[in-house]
C-alpha cells in the first residue's frame, strides 16, 4: 500500500480540504493566455510572488494573522526583470506594493502630490522638482503595459496563495527552460485548518463564561479586571504546519523552468545554513538568503556546487553604521527598522544587483538544456 504522507498524498489531501479562491478560473485563464502568447515569441517569463499571506481565523474572516511583508522585494525585483526583457506575472497580495505605484504610494509620494486644479477646475499634471523621475517610470510602466508584459494576480490567504501558485506555474510548461520562478512572498508557515476552523466570529463573550465551584454558571464582562476572569477570556489558537510544497513544485508543477526561492532568517548565525539545507531538501536551482533587519542592502546567493557569494549595496549614508539590526536612528535617536529606511534611490536598491545575477544564472539554465 502506498505511504500515506509521500508528496503526492499531502498535496491531494491539502488541496482537496482547502477550498480555492473564487477567482482561480479567470486567473488561470488570463494567466493561460499570457504564457501562450510569450512562449509562441520565444521570451523568458518570471513568475513573481510577492508580499504577505493572511491566516484566516475564521471562515466568516473577521480576524487573521498576519506577517510584516509590504512586497517590495517583490514589487522592485518585478521592474528590473522587465528592464531585463522578461515578461512577468506578479501574484501578489492584494494592496501590497505593485511595481511601478510603488513610487507614489507611501506617506512621503502620494500620487495626489502629482496633481493640481487648472485655471478652468480641469485636473492635470503638476510640474514639479519631481517630473523627471515621475515621467521616468511611468515611461517604464507604460513600456511594460503597452507591450503585455505584466500580469498582476492577487491573493489574500495562503490557501489562496497555494492555489494559485500551484495552478499558474502549472501553465509554465510551454516556456521549457526559459520559465523562472521567483518566490519572494513571505508565506506563512501555520494555518488553521479547515475542519478546525470556526464558521463565524469567534465570541470574547462565549469565553467568559466558566462555572464556579458550586457549579453556577458566572459571567464575566469586558469590565471585569480580575485574573480569573482574565484566564476566562484567554484565545488559545491551535495551528498545523502548512505544508512545504516545493518539493512537489521541482519536480510535478514546474519541472523544466529555473525555481529561485527566498530564505528569511533573524539571526545571522543561521542563515547560510538554513539556505544551503532548503536547496538540499528541495533540489532546485537557487535559494537567496536574507535577513530580516538587513535585507534592503544584502543577500547571499546559495547555488548548488557554486561558493556562497553576497551581493551589497551601501547602506543609506544619511543613516550610517549597519550590522545586525539597522544600528540606525532617527532625528531623535529612536531606533529604525531596516523597512523604514528609505531605499528609493535606483543606484541603492539591491534589486538592481540581485536581478542581472538572477539572470545570468537562468542563461546558464537555459544553455545547460541545449
Ligand atoms: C523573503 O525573504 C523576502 O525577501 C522578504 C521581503 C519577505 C524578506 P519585503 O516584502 O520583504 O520586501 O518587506 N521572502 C521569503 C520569505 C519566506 O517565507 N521564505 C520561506 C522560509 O524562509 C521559504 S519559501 O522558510
Known amino acids: ?47 513573481i510572488t510577492s508580499g504577505g499571506t493572511t491566516v484566516p481565523l475564521e471562515r466568516q474572516t473577521v480576524r487573521f494573522i498576519d506577517n510584516f511583508s509590504a512586497g517590495t522585494r517583490g514589487a522592485t525585483s518585478a521592474e528590473y526583470f522587465l528592464e531585463a526583457g522578461y515578461a512577468v506575472i506578479f501574484l501578489h497580495r492584494q494592496f501590497s506594493l505593485l511595481p511601478y505605484s510603488r513610487h507614489f504610494s507611501h506617506s512621503r509620494h502620494c500620487f495626489l502630490d502629482f496633481l493640481g486644479e487648472g485655471p478652468r477646475g480641469e485636473v492635470g499634471w503638476r510640474e514639479g522638482d ?11 510602466y507604460r513600456r511594460a503595459r503597452d507591450s503585455n508584459r505584466l500580469l498582476m494576480i492577487p491573493f489574500v490567504t495562503i490557501g489562496d496563495y497555494l492555489h494559485e501558485l500551484r495552478a499558474v506555474s502549472r501553465l509554465m510548461g510551454p516556456l521549457g527552460r526559459r520559465g523562472l520562478l521567483y518566490l519572494a512572498a513571505a508565506v506563512s508557515d501555520f494555518f488553521v485548518p479547515p475542519e478546525r476552523m470556526a464558521e463565524h466570529k469567534i465570541q470574547s463573550q462565549s469565553q467568559s463564561q466558566s462555572t464556579d465551584a458550586d457549579g453556577d454558571e458566572e459571567e464575566f464582562d469586558n469590565f471585569d479586571a480580575s485574573p480569573r476572569a482574565a484566564r476566562s477570556k484567554r484565545l488559545v489558537i491551535d495551528l498545523d504546519p502548512v505544508p512545504k510544497f516545493l518539493k512537489n513544485l521541482v519536480d ?25 539545507y532548503s536547496l538540499e531538501r528541495y533540489q532546485h536551482h537557487l535559494v537567496i538568503g536574507n535577513l530580516l533587519s538587513t ?26 553604521g ?46 545547460a538544456g541545449k
Not at 504564457?35 to 513568475?47: D, E, N, P, Q, Y
Not at 528569511?264 to 542563515?271: F, G, M, Q, V
Request: aromatic content about 6%; cysteine-free; hydrophobic content about 40%.
Open 295 to 320: 535585507r534592503k542592502w544584502e543577500v547571499v546567493f546559495v547555488s548548488p556546487g557554486r561558493e556562497d557569494r553576497w551581493l551589497r549595496v551601501p547602506p543609506p549614508a544619511s543613516m550610517g
Open 130 to 140: 519631481d517630473s523627471a523621475r515621475v515621467r521616468d517610470v511611468l515611461g517604464r
Open 322 to 367: 549597519g550590522g545586525t539590526g539597522t544600528g540606525w536612528g532617527d532625528a531623535e535617536g529612536r531606533p529604525l527598522r531596516a523597512d523604514e529606511l528609505p531605499r528609493e534611490d535606483p543606484d541603492t536598491e539591491i534589486e538592481r544587483l540581485i536581478i542581472p545575477a538572477v539572470a545570468e544564472l537562468h542563461d546558464a539554465h537555459i544553455a
Open 252 to 276: 510535478g508543477w514546474a519541472p523544466q523552468g529555473m525555481i529561485v526561492s527566498y530564505k528569511l532568517e533573524t539571526d545571522p548565525a543561521i542563515l547560510v545554513r538554513k539556505a544551503r
Open 1 to 47: 500500500m502506498a505511504s500515506s504522507t509521500s508528496p503526492s498524498d499531502v498535496e491531494d489531501a491539502y488541496f482537496a480540504s482547502n477550498p480555492p479562491p473564487r477567482a482561480l478560473q479567470e486567473h488561470t485563464q488570463l494567466a493561460s493566455e499570457f504564457v501562450s502568447s510569450h512562449a509562441l515569441a520565444g521570451r523568458r517569463v518570471v513568475l
